[in-house]
């Protein structure tokens, strides 16, 4: 089983929304999706979790590399409503990652992003009803 994901830019802001599983085999997915905040956008990226079921190990540190990644381009990583526990592994050299308990709180972080400007998303996006 893999990820799905959609991306929404907003003014100064990006928003990267998961569903599905985060584990070793949707890593790769993850990881292109992050290449494509990186080329589309400006500002934090906030990583909604919403609609993920769950993630490994693996998908944690797949996280915290794209808290790397975006950290390098000037940019930062923060997630929302992230499932489980509550926790993420650390990886004790990477960037500190802002968590919010849901996208509403995330955005009401960031009031001043403004709203939805483009969205891109992979093709078998869970429908929003």
């Known amino acids: 089983m893999t990820i799905e994901w959609r991306y929404t830019v907003q003014r100064d802001l990006g928003v990267l929304s998961l569903a599905g599983f985060l584990g070793a085999d949707a890593v790769g997915r993850f990881t292109g ?9 400006t500002g934090p990226v906030v990583l ?5 079921r769950g993630w490994s190990a693996g998908g944690q540190l797949a996280v ?27 990886t004790g050299d ?15 972080a960031h009031r001043d992003a403004g709203a939805e400007q483009r969205a891109w998303r992979s093709d078998a996006w869970p429908s929003e009803a």
Do not use: F, K, N, S
Not at 48 to 52: A, F
Not at 64 to 90: H, M, S, Y
Not at 94 to 108: E, N, S, T
């Open 33 to 41: 999706a992050v290449g494509w905040a990186v080329a589309r956008g």
């Open 48 to 52: 909604d979790l919403t609609r993920l």
């Open 64 to 90: 915290a590399d794209a808290a790397a990644r975006l950290r390098a381009e000037g940019r930062g990583l923060e997630l929302a409503a992230i499932p489980a526990d509550g926790t993420l592994v650390p």
């Open 94 to 108: 990477g960037p500190a990652v802002p968590i919010h308990r849901d996208l509403a709180a995330a955005l009401a």
